[in-house]
């Protein structure tokens, strides 16, 4: 079974940066998707931030592009999403998220089949 852990999520102001890794059990980073998603507060549907397939290809939320980065650390097999100058509405529960075999780099939460518990980022105003 695939298990993914998220970690790096904590508080911080506007403008600041913060770096989540995600790492991957029982699976090949090279033969699927992976990526990030986010839950809003008080939110029950989950929005793609940045997905990449196994071409490392990315795609980003409008709302994310040009502040963050979504890369694969190849020194411990780690999927790493930068965020620079975050901003209050990016406050969320984030996901690690993960799919076998060949696919699109979406941010559609239904096309992803194994999801890590989550990592809580606050960002004040």
């Known amino acids: 079974q695939v298990h993914l852990v998220e970690s790096g999520g904590g508080s911080v102001q506007a403008g600041g940066s913060l770096r989540l890794s995600c790492a991957a059990s029982e699976y090949d980073y090279r033969s699927g998707c992976m990526g990030w998603f986010r839950q809003l507060p008080g939110k029950e549907r989950r929005e793609g931030v940045a997905?990449?397939?196994?071409?490392?290809?990315?795609s980003y939320r409008d709302s994310v592009e040009g502040r963050f980065t979504n890369s694969k650390d190849n020194a411990d097999n780690t999927l790493v999403l930068q965020m620079n100058s975050l901003k209050p509405e990016d406050t969320a529960m984030y996901y690690c998220?993960?799919?076998?075999?060949?696919?699109?780099?979406?941010?559609?939460?239904?096309?992803?089949?194994?999801w890590g518990p989550g990592t809580q980022v606050a960002v004040s105003s």
């Open positions: 997905t990449t397939d196994s071409d490392r290809s990315t």
């Open positions: 998220a993960a799919r076998r075999g060949i696919c699109s780099a979406t941010l559609e939460e239904s096309d992803y089949t194994y």
